[in-house]
């Protein structure tokens, strides 16, 4: 009778695990999306259009957070309207590229009761013919960019108030090429922190009007 031993010898195990894979997330034909609610929070895209050919609604509140890594709109196509509204303490966008409001088309983003949004460089009114709104109102409430171009080929307005703050760290430009107007309202506690220069009305028209 043979009597056999076996050895197993079990080394270090590398498991490779795929990265995760996000989409891009379009909001559009009359729908209207809740962070949390219908959709979970955290919640995180590649980029996002919230009206892409027609209405589309984003609602982040009660603490809500999404993140998207590339470029995102407000406001897309031709005819489109889109509205994102970030409200309440702890409720948040983060947006790790540019943020559009109004490419060819109408975008609003309102930022209110302690929200906070962040991005890269942001457009108000992109293209000919488009109009872009930010408000940013309310203690805590915050909106963070790099560059700001309010008017860029379109139409674009910023208003903040009640304790709102818009940072950017690089220019902010009001009316930036022949044809667009921008405007800045900044009034009742509102600041307007910027780093580098501001022009008002670069090639375009543009206003900036603090009061209290």
Known sequence: MKIYSLALIVGPLNLLLAPAVYAFETINNGQIVTVPGTQNS?????GMSVGETNAGTLLIQDGGSVTS???????????ATGLVEVSDVGSQWNISSNLTMGYYATGTLNISAGGVVSNTSAYMGREDGATGVVNVSG??????NESL?????????LNINDGGKVTNTG???????VG???????STGGLWDITQSLFVGRAGIGTLTISE
Not at 139 to 144: F, H
Not at 180 to 186: D, E, I, P, Q
């Open 180 to 186: 667009s107007t921008g405007t800045v309202n900044v």
């Open 149 to 157: 171009n309010i008017g860029f080929y379109g139409d674009g307005t």
């Open 139 to 144: 203690a805590g409430s915050l909106w963070s």
């Open 69 to 79: 890594t590339d470029a995102s709109y407000i406001g897309r196509l031709t005819n």
């Open 171 to 177: 220019l902010g430009i009001l009316g930036n090429y």
């Open 42 to 46: 955290p919640w995180t895209t590649t």
